[in-house]
């Protein structure tokens, strides 16, 4: 549902990607440790997403050369999953060594998606489908009663709201279907949906429920912003709704989940630091902003004592946060995915390299400690 300014597209496709790294809570906190720190993988591409199983094994994702790549300590990453259509990869999460993850199907030339699943991978090398999530979107479009854009009604002025922003003026959420990150419970499966702003559940089964939708992420425009995007004085003082983005998906105790979201709008200076983070009752759907201020938060991840770890991808660092105080736990260039492990923060990184070409791919999967 995300109709976002077509000029930002690009890099959104990009930075949406954040991905879940799942760990089990019955893991033995006492056993000898299996994850060295430092660097766990390099020369990947486009590793947006990534999971680390009970013993250590990690999988990460090539989201966009549509492939599963597993890593295991000392060894060289292996492929062990290429979708056979091309399609876009992540999302993963893993149990028993078995993975979960998400694939999606676009245009790349409109960034229209038209397709997309929730798979898991088995260790005989099976693929099974558990859920097609754009049916689902279409059938239902969970958040396309939220208004977004401007809500004051001021018809006149809306009208002077440029056309090739991209995003109308004012609108109501569209179908559109782009899962990108997932976490497992012991019967079900969490997924964010970026381009449905929603969070979804989804059953051993295949059966498909809307846990919540974000809300739209308010924004005042200042004289200087409307002076600076060049638009008419009209828009001073005015208030635009972006669309709330999950990008990561969490479970906490309690049947609480932990929702790391984008603003759906310009990711930079132009608009400052406006990512967040949500906590979300998996039954109730009550949502809780408990974070904000992220330039580009693609990742989150919640240790068992509490604190919040957050991948800023344009501000070039993982931030931790605890009981409202919040620090630099490392500042790694655009970092994708982060989680707590048991052997410390794991986190995707230099994420966007190699992808336009220009250069060799340098994703590398590190545990920070």
């Known amino acids: ?40 993988a390099s020369g990947l591409l486009s590793p947006l997403s990534a999971a680390v199983g009970e013993d250590g094994t990690a999988y990460v994702s090539s989201n966009f050369a ?11 990453p292996k492929v062990v999953y290429t979708d056979p259509n091309g399609y876009e990869v992540g999302g993963l999460s893993v149990r028993d060594g078995v ?14 998606n038209t397709g997309s699943w929730l798979k898991r991978l088995y260790p005989s090398g099976k693929v099974k489908t558990v859920a097609d999530l754009h049916a689902y979107e279409t059938k239902r479009n969970p958040d396309g009663r ?23 003026a004012a609108y109501k959420g569209g179908i559109d279907s782009h899962p990108y ?15 449905g702003n929603s969070i979804l559940s989804v059953s051993s089964h295949g059966h498909i429920r809307t846990v919540a939708t974000l809300p739209g992420i308010p924004y005042t425009f200042t004289p200087e912003v409307v ?32 929702v790391s979201s984008l603003p759906g709008g310009p990711e930079g200076p132009e608009l400052g630091p406006r990512g967040s983070v949500f906590k979300i009752d998996a ?42 105080h919040r620090w630099t736990k490392a500042s ?24 336009d070409g220009s250069s060799a791919p340098a994703g590398k999967l590190v545990n920070l400690g």
């Open 66 to 76: 549509g492939q599963i790549l597993k890593v295991r300590p000392g060894k060289s």
């Open 99 to 112: 993975v979960t993850f998400v694939v999606t199907r676009s245009n790349r030339e409109t960034f229209e």
């Open 332 to 355: 790694p260039p655009t970092p994708g995915a982060v989680e707590w492990t048991r052997w410390g923060v794991v986190a995707t990184i230099d994420v966007l390299s190699g992808t």
């Open 146 to 168: 939220t208004s977004y854009g401007f809500r004051d009604g001021d018809t006149d002025c809306n009208a002077k709201w440029p056309a090739d922003i991209g995003a109308p």
């Open 227 to 258: 002076a600076g995007f060049g638009l008419d004085p009209c828009f001073e003082g005015r208030t635009y709704y972006f669309e709330g983005v999950p990008t990561d998906v969490e479970t906490s105790h309690h049947g609480r989940l932990y």
């Open 181 to 195: 990150a997932t976490a497992l419970t012991h019967d079900r499966t969490y997924v964010a949906d970026a381009g």
């Open 283 to 324: 039954r109730t759907g009550h949502k809780k902003q408990v974070a904000k201020g992220f330039l580009g938060a693609t990742g989150v991840a919640v240790s068992p004592h509490g604190t919040i770890y957050v991948a800023e991808m344009f501000g070039n660092k993982i931030t931790a946060v605890r009981h409202g």
């Open 1 to 40: 549902m995300s109709r976002l300014p077509r000029c930002l597209t690009a890099a959104v496709a990009l930075i949406l990607g954040a991905a879940l790294i799942a760990t089990t809570p019955a893991a033995q906190a006492h056993s000898k440790p299996k994850l060295p720190k430092g660097v766990l």
